[in-house]
Each structure stands twice: as C-alpha cells, then as structure tokens.
C-alpha cells in the first residue's frame, strides 16, 4: 500500500494500491482539469484546509451509491412531500447551498473541517462551467409583502458527470430538509436517465434512504459503460 505524490502533470496513480482508508495521493491541485479527471476515476478530494496544505485525494475500493430508482421515501417523507410546506429547486443558489454546508451546526469550526474558501472557489467554478450542482430546499415565509419571500433551509451539491451525480455535502435547517433535497435529486436522475449517486462514505442517514456498498470495480463498470445493475 502506498500514497502517491502528485505533480503539475495531470495524473492519478492506480486507486487498487492506495491505503486502506481509500487515500491514494497527495499534492496537485483543484484546478476544473484535475477534478474532472479525478471523479472520472473515482477519486475525490478530502482534507482539513486549516493543517493541510495541500488536497489528499481518495478513491475508496467500497463505494456506497444510491441507485435512482431505489431512493427510500419513508411513509414519514410521504407525508410532508404531499404537504407541500417547501419549495426544491435545482442549481438556483449554489452559493447559498456549498455555504450553508461549510457553516451549518459550527462545522467550520471544528477540528479537521473540509469544507474551506479553496475548496468553495473550486467546486462554485465547476459549477459555473456546467460539472457541479446543486438543490435548494425553501421554506415559504408568512408575509404581508405581495411577493412571494422564501428561505433557503436545506440542500446538497455535488459533481454532475457522466450522467451520474458525485454528492459533496448536503445541510439541513429544517426537520428533513436534506432528505427531501436528496429525494428531489433521485427523481430527477431517474427522470433523465442518471446512473447512481455517489455517496461516498455510509452514513445512517444515508442507509435510511437506501444506499448501498458495492465495490469500486463495480462503480466504474457502471460510470464507464452507462448502465445501470
């Protein structure tokens, strides 16, 4: 097992010899180039941006994914989607939703926080270039004004390639914002055609809605050849 040293040059080593933990390189940087190429093989960038000065790159060999047409909608979720109280959208306010994920319950704060300006630069001029995304959930607001005022109370964002979405973070200011976020987002890959969602790590949260592991031999079969198992 080894971690790899990254150049100027534009290249990743072969995930399968990474560490165990998924790291597989250090250095580069978070040009549109490199993160094109990394989540094309899998690779994403993870690092603490107030210790770490430069990105580690990981391509874990267990994925977890949620396929589209397998996205849990609990009796619960049911309900408050026929409820109509929020409005989702997608990629209306991307900046809004990558800072509500970096600051959301003081993560910011907290030791070995991610989610710093370097990153926010890089994925909001992905965004701007077409590969990034993201979901807003509003809360309509109860004012006199004739026009119609809403709040931003949750969503998500992530990498869209390959007709597949790679999910970064998603936050939530409301009781199941991010689920609805998240539900909202399968729909509409399924909709269209989108392959899977890549989730990256397994999280209760996200095995409630229906993820699963497969492994990364798997996950780039299906990338690579646009289809779903």
């Known amino acids: 097992m080894a971690v790899y040293r990254l150049d100027n040059e534009l290249w990743f080593p072969d995930p399968h010899l990474g560490e165990k933990n998924g790291l597989v390189a250090v250095g580069g940087d978070l040009s549109v180039e490199r993160l094109l190429l ?12 107030r210790n ?9 060999q267990d994925r977890y994914v949620i396929f589209p047409k397998e996205i849990h909608i609990s009796h619960s979720m049911k309900q408050l989607m026929r409820q109509n109280k ?26 070995g926080a991610w989610l710093g300006p ?7 001029e992905l965004n701007r270039l077409g590969f990034a995304a993201s979901v807003e959930v509003w809360e309509p607001l109860n004012t006199s004004s ?15 390639i390959r007709n597949a979405f790679f999910g970064e973070s998603m936050f939530s200011l409301a009781p199941s914002a991010s689920k609805l976020a998240l539900i909202h987002l399968a729909k509409t890959l399924d909709a269209i055609g989108g392959l899977f969602i890549d989730c990256q790590f397994e999280t209760p949260h996200l095995k409630s809605m229906g993820g699963k592991h497969i492994s990364y031999d798997k996950y780039m079969e299906i990338l690579n050849k646009q289809e779903l198992c």
């Open 38 to 49: 990394a989540y094309s093989n899998g690779f994403f960038p993870w690092f603490s941006f």
């Open 52 to 60: 770490k000065e430069e990105p580690y790159w990981y391509c874990p």
């Open 86 to 111: 929020y409005i989702v959208t997608i990629n209306q306010y991307f900046d809004g939703v990558i800072r509500g994920c970096s600051t959301v319950d003081g993560r910011y704060q907290e030791n």
């Open 118 to 124: 370097e990153i926010i630069q890089a994925y909001t």
């Open 146 to 160: 004739e026009k119609k005022e809403v709040k931003l109370v949750g969503g998500l964002y992530g990498v869209a």
